[in-house]
């Protein structure tokens, strides 16, 4: 069974950090790209962030490039987020998706002083 | 940048009746790699449609997809109540942005 759970959400003032990830588990990780998708509360769903499969290729959205860096270590299944200089317009929850079939729960970030 | 435009934004039905749903692209979405996914409220984003037309697996076959292009349609033969949630259309074409519509909600009348 396919698994993506996403940690590492939380209360942050702005301009901190925060670095989110993602287990992956029930499929071959390293053979998969993988994105990260926020939706902010009662809004629509964001596309953030892709990583390739091994990491050749990597895009972000306007909105957090130059901030947030997306990662991945296949001998860890894991997938990570870390983001940097973070605003109010960034409160939402984060989930980790394998487009288009499998996403996580979320994890909630929150930034506010 | 593809933009995906989600026509109605709240479709106000009863159960038993029919849906159809609109999402429209800004320029042709590669190979059909377009999804469509149902939430609800407190809920990740399920898989209903991929590559505009195949069922993901388990999905009942009251839902379905068409379209080609930039214009995709998901329809819902009869509602069921489960069925009363938001739907998103997503483009995942040859390289990112994957770009989301902004949802329309399905509510009962």
């Known amino acids: 069974e396919v698994q993506l759970v996403e940690s590492g959400g939380g209360l942050v003032k702005p301009g901190g950090s925060l670095r989110l990830s993602c287990a992956a588990s029930g499929f071959t990780f390293s053979s998969y790209s993988m994105n990260w998708v926020r939706q902010a509360p009662g809004k629509g769903l964001e596309w953030v962030s892709s990583i390739s499969s091994s990491s050749s290729y990597i895009y972000y959205a306007d909105s957090v490039k130059g901030r947030f860096t997306i990662s991945r270590d296949n001998a860890k299944n894991s997938l990570y987020l870390q983001m940097n200089s973070l605003r109010a317009e960034d409160t939402a929850v984060y989930y980790c998706a394998r487009t288009p079939d499998y996403w996580g729960q979320g994890t909630l970030v929150t930034v506010s002083s | 940048e593809i933009v995906l435009t989600q026509s109605p934004g709240t479709l106000s039905l009863s159960p038993g009746e029919r849906a159809t749903l609109s999402c429209r692209a800004s320029q042709s979405v590669s190979s059909s790699y377009l999804a469509w996914y149902q939430q609800k409220p407190g809920q990740a984003p399920r898989l209903l449609i991929y590559?505009?037309?195949s069922r993901a697996t388990g999905i009942p076959d009251r839902f379905s997809g068409s379209g080609s292009g930039t214009d995709f349609t998901l329809t819902i033969s009869r509602l069921e109540p489960e069925d009363f949630a938001v739907y998103y259309c997503q483009q995942y074409g040859s390289s990112p942005p994957y770009t989301f519509g902004q949802g329309t909600k399905v509510e009962i009348k």
């Open positions: 590559g505009a037309s």
